[in-house]
């Protein structure tokens, strides 16, 4: 037990370290542990330190097989398969593209973008053919390293693309996008996406379709964003990834065949496999059904879980459940080292070790259906804690909810999904019927779950992230309380836990202002708060839809930063109506309906005036005032952009939108005064941030919000070399992530950059000129 214990934390502790020892330095420290490792009695202090370093080779590995920044946009002809199911969202395709040949700098595993082209009907080289999983194509592609947007909180792509293998990002160019065969036999993901055509053809039409799929082939792409909301906010949405629950339900059917399978065996070979006939069919559907879900992490998880189960029942063997508990955790480990990234990872394995320390020998017999709320009511307090670390949330509702939602699934939706995906390939109506049955099940649970939503309060959904001292603090408090009655200390556990349940927020002072000007990518959006007032200016690039073909920032990135306030917007301003600063408006309204709205747009927008001078307000000690435009002007596109200027105790702020020259010329007409923080205007666009705005506001910082290697060329070089010759020192968001400010009645400023900040082994250094801002 010892052993699998260190092996264990040998291959997590790499990762709670920033940086990693290079390659040469592991393997020269390997060669030495190894050595010593000669002599007996030195054999176990060696375990953790081999894994260690094991694991550290294989990051470094990773890696060293990024494609590297020297060698970004450079177009490439590259044939491989499409190795996962293509995802359609508006007028993009995404899918993951795996090469023949992979030589430097090509990676083996590339996240491709094939857009549509809006710019000319006529150019129809470059419109997205139907692609299908296993296809054989010859693309061009521009690739681009696998670096995503980085800031305070929210979504860290980053971490995505390294724990998949996502060596680039890819996007098609138009030219000889050729299709240059079908899916070989035993294309797994071919077999999916079959398999979803056939589950489409059935029941295609019926509501919750989505979580069909989802539960029949790992399918989520046909969940409504409405749904997932639901999901995350009563605990459930992980019923509806496939992991130990759904891989257990197979097998449970898959042991009962081979039950039934005895039946027609001699008395002779029924005593010989009276045990591994059904164990093996457990094994075999298991696989069958992971197979079905393309091998997911959570999938891998169980079934390896399962198979040491399975081992161990047919070695007729006495094993301790802690020890089979560790021995699945350090094989899910060496298949992959990369599985305490996820978040899977820590809430299955702390889940099951809820249940072993539930399910412990009691005093006294316990009832099935209080066996039952206990272990969820366990796994609701344990993971709480776990919840508001990984997620920034937490569900209250999550235990009533779970005790519902679980033997539903478990019991009905499950069951008949597994049993149609049988006879799906039958002719007649029976598959259709049964998934039908679960499909309209699904809904109604959905509903029912909709009104347990409503019940979650915003402490649990709007809170800090706490510190890992904190978390795990507050999950041995939960686990104690579940100890038996008359545990020592039992009572003093509450202590533990009670931090977490503390309402969070900035701890503004009544003077204080903080200033979060958000990597967005291509785009721009500014949360500007206080002790009293909240203030989002511009909602970051989107297409403007909340349909299921709809995309913005909110999500993942605005509403994250939105929720650590501890507060909800007061005022929500769109300068102009392009789509890279209005893209996330109508979802903020969605989110946010008793905010108040300004935005300047060709049509007024019901119960949204425009934002236009003499505008001027008071957001606690901060005085608002809008410069431009002057009421009476026509919409002029990036030149109607809402020009607001903020004052308050130590901060003057111009927020400038995409103004050009002209306007910035009319601003310095008018008497524009000198601000010490500046949003450069239009990303830094040549058309803009002229010399006469420089000489006018004068400020001692310029905020600048790009795209990392955006098309546009944003911030041009001659822009920058203006702010240069003026020793305005100018901090971009391609370089330095999301940027936060935060000033003082004093005038004192302290800046910090979210790539800094949040430095990590898979992360994308910062740029030189971000790390003073720590």
Same mark, same amino acid.
């Given at each position: 037990?010892?052993?699998?214990?260190l092996l264990i934390s040998g291959m997590v502790l790499p990762f709670l370290f920033v940086s990693t020892l290079s390659s040469n330095r592991a393997l020269l420290l390997l060669l030495l542990t190894a050595l010593l490792a000669l002599r007996p009695g030195f054999r176990v202090f060696c375990v953790l330190p081999v894994f260690f370093l094991i694991t550290t080779l294989t990051i470094n590995d990773r890696l060293s097989k990024r494609l590297s920044f020297s060698d970004r946009n450079m177009s490439y002809e590259i044939e491989g398969v499409i190795g996962s199911l293509p995802e359609s969202t508006g007028d993009v395709v995404r899918f993951v593209f795996l090469p023949d040949v992979v030589v430097t700098p090509i990676p083996s595993k590339i996240r491709v973008y094939w857009y549509t082209d809006r710019r000319a009907a006529k150019a129809k080289s470059n419109n997205v053919p139907a692609l299908r999983a296993g296809d054989h194509w010859r693309l061009q592609l521009k690739l681009r390293p696998a670096r995503g947007r980085i800031n305070f909180l929210g979504v860290d792509a980053e971490r995505w693309y390294f724990t998949q293998g996502v060596g680039a990002l890819g996007y098609v160019q138009a030219g000889k996008n050729t299709r240059l065969a079908g899916p070989g036999f035993f294309n797994l993901?071919?077999?999916?996406? +079959? #398999?979803?055509?056939? !589950?489409?053809?059935?029941? %295609?039409d019926t509501p919750a379709f989505g979580v069909v799929a989802a539960l029949a082939i790992a399918d989520r792409r046909g969940m409504l964003a409405h749904d997932k909301k639901i999901l995350n906010a009563t605990g459930t949405g992980h019923l509806?990834?496939?992991?130990?629950?759904?891989?257990?339900?197979?097998?449970?059917? %898959?042991?009962?065949?081979?039950?039934?399978?005895?039946?027609?065996?001699?008395?002779?070979?029924?005593?010989?496999?009276?045990?591994?006939?059904?164990?093996?069919?457990?094994?075999l559907a298991a696989m069958a059904y992971a197979a079905l879900s393309g091998f997911g992490v959570s999938t891998q998880r169980a079934l390896i879980m399962l198979t040491v189960a399975t081992i161990v029942t047919l070695s007729r063997r006495n094993v301790h459940p802690l020890l089979a508990w560790l021995v699945a955790m350090a094989? =899910?480990?060496?298949?992959?080292?990369?599985?305490?990234?996820?978040? %899977?990872?820590?809430?299955?394995?702390?889940?099951?070790?809820? !249940?072993?320390m539930v399910f412990v020998p009691r005093h006294g017999p316990m009832p099935f259906w209080r066996k039952i709320i206990y272990a969820q009511l366990g796994i609701s307090l344990v993971m709480a804690p776990l919840g508001m670390y990984w997620f920034q949330q937490a569900s209250l509702p999550g235990l009533l909810a779970n005790l519902i939602a679980i033997p539903v699934i478990s019991m009905l939706i499950v069951p008949l999904i597994l049993m149609a995906l049988l006879v799906l390939w039958l002719p007649g109506p029976v598959?259709?019927?049964?998934?039908?049955?679960?499909?309209?099940?699904?809904?109604?649970?959905? !509903?029912?779950?909709?009104?347990?939503?409503?019940?979650?309060? #915003? =402490?649990?959904? +709007?809170?800090?992230?706490?510190?890992?001292?904190?978390?795990?603090?507050?999950?041995?408090?939960?686990?104690?309380?579940?100890?038996?009655?008359?545990?020592?200390?039992?009572?003093?556990?509450?202590?533990?836990? !009670?931090?977490?349940?503390?309402?969070?927020?900035? +701890?503004?002072?009544?003077?204080?202002?903080?200033?979060?000007?958000?990597?967005?990518?291509?785009?721009?959006?500014?949360?500007?708060s206080n002790q009293d007032y909240l203030m989002v200016y511009d909602t970051g690039p989107g297409n403007g839809l909340i349909s299921k073909a709809g995309w913005d920032m909110v999500a993942g990135t605005i509403r994250p930063m939105i929720k650590a306030t501890g507060k909800s917007p007061d005022l929500i301003v769109v300068s102009h109506a392009d789509l890279d600063h209005a893209g996330g408006l109508e979802r903020l309204n969605a989110g946010y309906p008793s905010a108040r709205y300004l935005a300047n747009l060709p049509r007024k927008r019901a119960n949204t005036p425009f934002c236009k001078a003499p505008l001027t307000w008071m957001g606690g000690d901060l005085k608002f005032r809008v410069l431009h435009p002057s009421t009476g002007l026509p919409y002029l596109g990036n030149d109607s952009s809402c020009v607001i200027s903020v004052n308050g105790p130590g901060l003057s702020l111009l927020l400038s939108g995409d103004i050009s020259r002209v306007v910035e010329q009319r601003l310095v007409d008018r008497g524009l005064e000198q601000h010490n923080i500046l949003t450069a205007p239009h990303h830094g666009s040549s058309t803009s941030s002229s010399q006469a705005l420089i000489d006018?506001?004068?400020?001692?910082?310029?905020?600048?919000?790009?795209?990392?290697?955006?098309?546009?060329?944003?911030?041009?070089?001659?822009?920058?070399?203006?702010?240069?010759?003026?020793?305005?020192?100018t901090i971009n968001t391609a370089e330095c992530g999301g940027i936060r400010i935060t000033t003082t009645v004093n005038g004192d400023f302290k800046i910090k950059s979210a790539r800094v900040g949040r430095r990590a082994i898979w992360r994308w250094p910062a740029d030189e000129n971000c790390l003073k801002y720590r």
């Open positions: 037990m010892r052993f699998w214990a993901q071919h077999w999916r996406e +079959s #398999l979803l055509d056939q !589950l489409i053809e059935k029941a %295609g509806l990834a496939i992991s130990g629950l759904h891989i257990g339900l197979a097998a449970a059917m %898959g042991f009962y065949f081979g039950r039934f399978g005895l039946l027609f065996l001699t008395v002779g070979f029924k005593q010989r496999f009276a045990i591994v006939l059904p164990w093996l069919t457990a094994w094989l =899910v480990l060496v298949a992959d080292p990369f599985a305490p990234l996820r978040a %899977g990872f820590w809430f299955s394995f702390i889940a099951v070790a809820v !249940l072993m598959a259709g019927g049964l998934l039908t049955v679960a499909a309209y099940s699904a809904h109604w649970l959905l !509903l029912m779950l909709e009104h347990l939503s409503s019940l979650q309060p #915003l =402490v649990f959904s +709007s809170t800090r992230v706490p510190g890992l001292a904190a978390t795990l603090l507050a999950m041995s408090g939960a686990a104690i309380i579940m100890l038996p009655r008359g545990t020592p200390g039992r009572p003093a556990a509450w202590l533990l836990i !009670l931090p977490m349940l503390l309402p969070n927020g900035y +701890s503004h002072g009544r003077t204080e202002t903080q200033i979060d000007f958000l990597d967005v990518g291509q785009g721009l959006a500014v949360l500007l006018a506001v004068m400020p001692s910082w310029v905020l600048i919000s790009a795209g990392t290697n955006n098309r546009f060329g944003f911030p041009r070089k001659d822009v920058i070399k203006r702010y240069s010759q003026a020793h305005i020192p």
